[in-house]
């Protein structure tokens, strides 16, 4: 199947500081990736949709200008958490989708912690 | 909202057969049903998906009923690996805006025991 790796697998950082979350397809070209936020015992939420060279959508609720979005290659997304609260603190994960097969393929996911 | 219900847990002996309902009564006609397992702290895995007919792969098996109203996902020989978060999503599989988006429920926790 597809990989998609994400980078860094897990981060701390200070309340205030900006953290930025790679997303890579490493065996197929992505046109659209998606990210996802998952807190703890709850189910994947749907943040943000990109797709290569345009701006992504966002969910309704999730702050376009505090998750940054940017997917500028097929292979690359990138996901920029602004200015981070302890309540930011989550497991972000992206996917990956092959529009041909419908199929999204997920990365291992980050976990942020904000102290 | 998910489109989907399933039972929150579900128990299963190792080597047995893990059976995971789902139902999805409002399911529409060009809506596939996609099923993904997530183990504990790590991004969800794609299982498997089908339309109307029967599905089988090297992972599992799913079951679909003629009236598409709700589905099955087996394991055949379920493994001590296979202790996941179970997902049943409907989609529509030509993905093309927001009709693609898999949304997720809150899915069936399996635990497989020695």
């Known amino acids: 199947g597809a990989v998609v790796s994400q980078h860094p697998s897990w981060v701390i950082c200070k309340s205030g500081t900006s953290v930025k979350i790679e997303c890579r397809s490493l065996?197929?070209?992505?046109?659209?990736m998606f990210w996802y936020r998952q807190f703890p015992k709850q189910s994947l939420m749907l943040m943000a949709t990109?797709?290569?060279?345009?701006?992504?959508?966002?969910e309704q609720g999730v702050e376009k200008d505090k998750f940054l979005i940017n997917h500028a290659s097929l292979t690359l997304s990138t996901l920029t958490v602004t200015s981070a609260h302890p309540e930011d603190s989550s497991f972000y994960i992206c996917?990956?989708?092959?529009?041909?097969?419908?199929?999204?393929?997920f990365g291992p996911g980050t976990r942020l912690t904000v102290l | 909202d998910a489109k989907t219900t399933q039972p929150p847990s579900m128990d299963c002996a190792e080597g047995r057969a893990a059976n995971l309902p789902c139902n999805h009564s409002?399911?529409?006609?060009?809506?596939?049903v996609y099923w993904y397992r997530q183990i504990h702290s790590q991004g969800p895995q794609y299982i498997i998906h089908?339309?109307?007919n029967n599905e089988t792969n090297e992972m599992a098996s799913l079951i679909i009923t003629e009236d598409r109203k709700s589905s099955t996902l087996i394991l055949p020989h379920a493994t001590l690996r296979d202790t996941a978060v179970y997902y049943c999503?409907?989609?529509?599989?030509?993905?093309?805006?927001?009709?693609?988006?898999?949304?997720f429920g809150k899915g069936t926790k399996l635990s497989v025991k020695p």
């Open positions: 990109s797709n290569e060279g345009s701006k992504a959508t966002y």
């Open positions: 996917s990956a989708s092959l529009d041909a097969r419908g199929e999204q393929f």
């Open positions: 065996d197929f070209q992505a046109t659209t």
């Open positions: 999503i409907v989609r529509v599989a030509n993905y093309g805006g927001s009709q693609g988006n898999l949304i």
């Open positions: 089908g339309l109307k």
């Open positions: 409002t399911i529409s006609g060009n809506e596939y």
